[in-house]
């Protein structure tokens, strides 16, 4: 489990992975996340939904050789 982890924030990059993990696997708020990464209010919103929408592209591709014709 930790090495699909650890795909999956490689893929997708700084920035992206840092506010997934902080928010996702650390359970901090996103305006806790905010702060600490330096960013400006309200954006880490915009980042997190973005670092989502790659996730489910990453697992999308991951299972794709798996899923039946049809």
Do not use: F, N
């Not at 997708?12 to 708020?29: I, T």
């Amino acid at each position: 489990a930790r090495h699909r982890v650890a795909g999956a924030l490689a893929d997708l990059g700084p920035g992206l992975s840092d506010v997934a993990l902080r928010c996702c696997c650390y359970l901090e708020g996103l305006e806790t996340a905010e702060k600490r990464l330096g960013w400006s209010a309200r954006s880490g919103k915009i980042v997190l939904r973005i670092a989502l929408q790659r996730l489910r592209r990453h697992y999308d591709e991951l299972a794709e050789p798996d899923r039946m014709i049809g």
